[in-house]
């Protein structure tokens, strides 16, 4: 081949591959069905009837008597969660990978936190847990990031256990009142049947007086 043609072979190589990429890249518009659908699943965490009352990151460790040893529960987050409905608040904590729960019980009136001896940013609190699908007298310690979220923490479950127990006193001596109104209403009423009675015996026995003196002479 000579040299005048090599250089015209090597355009036309040239421009066969341009168009060749050119057509690679043109867009069809052709729709390229997904090989598997997935359907949208609803998940339900057990909380869509309650209320956030506070989400915090934390730490979580249970006491474990037989080793008489603090056993870590998980890293996540704690919430207080209260019912729309029964306005109970209870405690649940959920890793924060597995979202597996790590405690879960009642805050009542008698559930009392204290801070932890040489940690401010630690609580320790008593309670009946059910995380592990059964009631379980439990003690827990709760390690935050800082000393304020372990002092709102405190503060929060001290305000919900305060708020139960004023309920409680105000039921107590509602309670009573009416006890109180009842054993009045069953004393008048039976001081009503007791006069009633008295004032039927003394009919009787004014009818028996006239009717004897209503008898002729001669049956006397």
Not at 163 to 182: G, P, Y
Not at 184 to 192: A, F, M, R, W, Y
């Amino acid at each position: 081949m000579s040299s005048t043609e090599q250089p015209e072979h090597r355009k036309q190589e040239a421009e066969e591959e341009t168009t060749g990429g050119a057509a690679d890249d043109e867009d069809t518009g052709a729709e390229v069905a997904p090989i598997v659908k997935l359907q949208e699943v609803a998940v339900t965490t057990g909380e869509e009837d309650e209320t956030v009352l506070l989400d915090l990151k934390c730490k979580l460790y249970r006491f474990d008597k037989e080793g008489n040893q603090w056993k870590e529960r998980g890293v996540g987050t704690v919430k207080l969660l209260k019912h729309k409905e029964t306005e109970k608040v209870r405690l649940v904590m959920r890793q924060s990978k597995t979202l597996k729960i790590c405690a879960n019980h009642l805050v009542l009136a008698s559930t009392s936190v204290q801070e932890h001896t040489g940690n401010d940013k630690s609580c320790v609190w008593h309670a009946t847990d059910f995380s592990d699908g059964e009631l379980k007298e439990e003690l827990f310690c709760i390690r935050f990031a800082s000393v304020e979220n372990c002092k709102t923490f405190r503060e929060k479950i001290e305000e919900i256990a305060e708020s139960l127990e004023k309920k409680a006193e105000e039921s107590e001596e509602t309670k009573s009142a009416t006890d109180l109104l009842e054993k009045l209403n069953v004393g008048e009423s039976k001081d009503e049947e007791g006069t009633k009675e008295a004032a039927s015996a003394s009919a009787e026995v004014e009818k028996d007086e006239s009717a004897q003196q209503e008898k002729p002479e001669s049956d006397k």
